[in-house]
């Protein structure tokens, strides 16, 4: 149980172009959802925190109008990267804080490979 | 994350050797999770750790986080080629909104040589 279910799992597009990622909590209800930026050989660097109904959180020097949160329901979230270049060539990937569970804990979508070309 | 340091960055062990991984944190954490990965694919859950002095094991390899749960360490046993990858730490702690978040660590990459 507790599945997160993120598409694309890989997109590639063309510099200038906006891209939307979706991650979708499946059986459970996600008031908040998580997403995570991964370069090559580095860590999973949170981006921003987003709440169903209300606006998105986001850390600093993440920017607000590149990245685009909408958490329009307690079940879907969505990361959209406007006007898009290279250097935003990375792994993306989602995450839910599961509560109520045998293990609370939070559950990952499986990422998504963008590539700017 | 400056609030979690994991160390080493980088690790490259023989086969059958043991190694261990550590996490720690410059706060108390409400839990702390381990997470093995290859770039550009998703997390593989290995263990969450909530209580102070917890230690969980599965298959050969060991978490523990000690007492004042600001410390974990991974441990595994009689490595084998199937452990490679990256392993992240991640702790649950309060972002500055006073929200919970998970916030990880630089990441372990470990080779292991057969």
């Known amino acids: 149980g507790a599945v997160v279910s993120q598409h694309p799992s890989r997109v590639i597009c063309k510099s200038g172009t906006s891209v939307k990622i979706e991650c979708r909590s499946l059986d459970f209800q996600a008031t908040t959802m998580f997403w995570y930026r991964q370069f090559p050989k580095q860590s999973l660097m949170l981006m921003a925190t987003s709440n169903e109904g209300s606006k998105a959180t986001y850390e600093q020097g993440v920017e607000k109008d590149k990245f685009l949160i909408n958490h329009a329901s307690l079940t879907l979230s969505t990361l959209t990267v406007t006007s898009a270049h290279p250097e935003d060539s990375s792994f993306y990937i989602c995450s839910a804080r599961v509560w109520g569970r045998a293990n609370d804990g939070y559950t990952f979508g499986s990422g998504t490979r963008l590539t700017v070309v | 994350s400056q609030e979690l340091e994991q160390s080493p960055q980088s690790l490259i062990v023989q086969e059958g050797k043991n190694l261990t991984i550590n996490c720690t944190s410059s706060k108390t954490l409400y839990g702390l999770y381990w997470y093995k990965q290859k770039y550009g694919e998703g997390l593989i859950f290995l263990m969450m750790?909530?209580?102070?002095?917890e230690e969980k094991s599965h298959e050969k390899i060991t978490a523990k986080l000690d007492e004042k749960k600001q410390q974990s360490s991974l441990h595994i046993t009689a490595s084998q080629p199937s452990h490679a990858g990256i392993y992240l730490c991640?702790?649950?702690?309060?972002?500055?909104?006073?929200?919970?978040?998970?916030?990880f660590g630089s990441g372990t990459q470990l080779t292991v040589l057969p």
């Open positions: 750790l909530q209580k102070g002095g």
């Open positions: 991640g702790a649950d702690l309060l972002g500055p909104g006073s929200a919970r978040q998970l916030t």
